[in-house]
């Protein structure tokens, strides 16, 4: 018996990928699948797009291999070659990382070429025809690529014009619909397909804004001040310096976790309230306005003096202040 041919799909957990993967098994190729992690998308951030991904690779039947971008993806971020969409995405240069870690699997595990689920002009910045193309020659992986769901109505590639695969098994979808991508789900038995994945979080507008900011006051973020930009009230206090009070018990949790040895921490310390951290050069400057700010969230009166906890590594203290007047903070909100 003949071994089947190997390629590697990228797979993000949604439909379409799922779909790429089943249209090249149904092609007698052997799957192997490649999940990418960023910063901005761990597939676990509830939007819907990607999470499960182990499950849909056993679904699929395909061995998973996840790689995780972390420093690497932030240095991109700060000066994408190929700009950003309508958030912080660069969608460009980051579906470029993303094949090149796909090629690289490619290579160690000896397969023809890489699929993908993208579809031709469902996402404005990176899936309209040129910006396939530069990705391709940006990559060094020009006819390396094949998109199943959309191959028919592109450029062959190197693996059709090998006769490896044929144009009348590729698909011809594109636009934003997914009618087509649904009727294919129930050909390939894939229950209860999961919602169109609105991109990671640099896509999302006020997440975006975050984003911006941080990358203008810092000259080089860390996973750790990422981690801190996805929780709480978010406050630009000076060039160096920032505020982020807790919304709720897990991001009290996450704050108190996330928070470094120069960070300080700020809770009310008799009333039910948020933990609070200010992060940055003028830290100590600002432990008044963060005290204040942070009993406004809490459930102490307004009119009345309160404690504060105040907490840098090992060293603790309390100060005595009163809730904030909204106006005098809320200018500093991201
Ligand atoms: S939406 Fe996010 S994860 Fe997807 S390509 Fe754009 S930047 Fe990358």
Redesign the pocket.
């Known amino acids: 018996m003949t071994e089947k041919k190997k390629v590697v799909a990228l797979l993000s957990g949604g439909l379409d990928s799922q779909l790429a993967v089943r249209m090249m098994q149904e092609q007698g190729f052997d799957v192997s699948a490649v999940a990418i992690k ?1 910063p ?2 761990d597939f676990d951030c509830g939007r819907g797009c990607g999470f499960e991904i182990r499950e849909r690779a056993d679904d699929l039947n395909v061995n998973l291999k996840t790689v995780y971008l972390g420093d690497e993806y932030i240095e991109m971020l700060k000066h994408p070659k190929y700009g950003r969409g309508a958030g912080f ?3 460009v240069d ?2 470029s990382m993303m094949f090149k870690a796909a090629e690289k699997h490619m290579k160690e595990i000896g397969a023809e070429f890489i699929i993908s689920g993208e579809v031709l002009g469902q996402r404005p ?2 899936q309209h025809a040129p910006a396939l193309r530069t990705i391709e020659k940006e990559t060094g992986l020009l006819g390396k690529i094949v998109r199943p769901l959309s191959a028919a109505l592109l450029p062959p590639t190197d693996p059709e014009k090998d006769g490896l695969i044929k144009r009348e098994n590729l698909g011809m979808i594109k636009g934003r619909t997914r009618r087509a991508q649904l009727e294919m789900a129930k050909k390939y038995g894939i229950e209860n397909p999961p919602n169109a994945g609105g ?2 979080l ?2 999302d507008p006020a997440f975006g804004l975050r984003a911006k900011d941080l990358f203008s006051h810092t000259k080089t973020p860390t996973i750790n001040d990422v981690d801190l930009l996805k929780i709480g009230r978010q406050f630009r206090l000076d060039e160096q310096t920032k505020l982020v009070v807790g919304r709720n018990k897990d991001e009290n949790e996450m704050i108190k976790a996330i928070a470094l040895p120069n960070d300080i921490l700020l809770e009310s310390r008799d009333h039910m309230g948020p933990v609070s951290i200010l992060r940055g050069k003028n830290a100590e400057k600002f432990i008044e306005l963060g005290s204040s700010v942070t009993l406004r969230y809490s459930d102490a009166p307004r009119e009345e003096k309160s404690y504060v906890s105040i907490s840098k590594d090992q060293e603790k203290n309390e100060v005595i202040s009163e809730c904030a007047k909204e106006e005098s903070y809320i200018k500093y909100r991201i």
Do not use: A
Request: hydrophobic fraction near 20%; aromatic fraction near 8%.
């Open positions: 960023t901005f998308c995405n660069p969608c980051c579906r910045m990176s991109g990671c640099l896509t």
